[in-house]
């Protein structure tokens, strides 16, 4: 785990007086005003964030030290990250996606699978994409109890029990 969490990303500028378009990547959209100063993932750039309307996929927004349309668009596509203790504690069954990207992957019997390279949420729910040494491409499984039934951060694995047919069997194709 690090000390800082990707909270949301610019998609672009939004208008022209220096407004960006703010994705959040927050459970409560609203709420990634509310962790701030966020930062560059390198942490060379602090911005303070006013939130501005919702619009399509995320906020218009100011950030500090962006006044021109020009200052806006050279900052698309940078992730903006919050400090880890800014943020709200998670309850046991719960975790921040930051935390789960390069954990081992290991079966129930104990062989392991991969490394978890994304977790993706298209709109039902959590994807976990798996990438290994066995595996010809990405294997995506859903992040459910069932699926994952234990996460251990301490130990940085995940131990899962997928459906039938998701990882190859014995090492045949994917």
Request: charge should be negative; glycine fraction near 12%; aromatic fraction near 6%.
């Amino acid at each position: 785990m690090t000390d800082k969490v990707c909270v949301g990303a610019v998609a672009g500028a939004f208008g022209v007086h220096g407004e960006v378009r703010l994705k959040s990547f927050c459970a409560d959209p609203e709420a990634i005003a509310d962790y701030g100063p966020l930062a560059t993932e390198n942490g060379d750039r602090v911005f303070d964030v006013t939130l501005g309307q919702a619009i399509k996929n995320g906020y218009s927004a100011r950030l500090s030290g962006v006044v021109t349309k020009e200052d806006a668009d050279t900052l698309k596509g940078v992730r903006l990250y919050a400090p880890r203790d800014a943020l709200p504690s998670l309850p046991d069954d719960e975790y921040y996606h930051a935390d789960l990207i390069g954990l081992a992957v290991y079966d129930s019997g104990g062989v392991e699978l991969g490394r978890i390279k994304a977790v993706m949420d298209h709109g039902a729910g959590d994807l976990l994409e798996i990438e290994g040494p066995g595996l010809k491409a990405s294997v995506l499984l859903p992040f459910t109890q069932a699926a994952v039934p234990t996460v251990d951060l301490t130990a940085e694995r995940v131990v899962i029990d997928p459906p039938e047919g998701v990882f190859p069997e014995g090492g045949s194709d994917v």
